[in-house]
Nanobody, 126 residues
Framework: QVQLVESGGGLVQAGGSLRLSCAAS????????TSWFRQAPGKEREFVSR????????NYADSVEGRFTISRDNAKNTVYLQMNSLKPEDTAVYYC???????????????????WGQGTRVTVSS
């Protein structure tokens, strides 16, 4: 099993920044990639960004490309999401998720992921 714990959410004004953290524990050697998803009230959970642990390849949703940066610290088993130029539409609960082989489906699909954190709330005021 893998346990994921997010932190770093909060209230910020539009244009501000936040950095989210996702700390993994347990069978971390089994993790292929870690992604961030978010879910706004009344909306579906949506993909935000992904990083592959070996090699560090990254992917971003169009809505956050150029504003958000995902990174990892392998020694700490932690993935970060640096969020800059935040907008009110970025308001959501942010979840980190991890998948391990064999992978199922697209990396933008929540169904692919085996492990989820409890979420951290981000509120961006206008």
């Amino acid at each position: 099993q893998v346990q994921l714990v997010e932190s770093g959410g909060g209230l910020v004004q539009a244009g501000g920044s936040l950095r989210l953290s996702c700390a993994a524990s347990g069978r971390t050697f089994a993790i292929y990639a870690t992604s961030w998803f978010r879910q706004a009230p009344g909306k579906e959970r949506e993909f935000v960004s992904r990083i592959i642990w070996t090699g560090g390849s990254t992917n971003y949703a169009d809505s956050v490309e150029g504003r958000f940066t995902i990174s990892r610290d392998n020694a700490k088993n932690t993935v970060y999401l640096q969020m800059n130029s935040l907008k009110p539409e970025d308001t959501a609960v942010y979840y980190c998720a991890a998948d391990s082989p064999p992978s199922r489906g697209s990396y933008v699909s929540a169904q692919r992921y085996d492990y989820w954190g409890q979420g951290t709330r981000v509120t961006v005021s206008s």
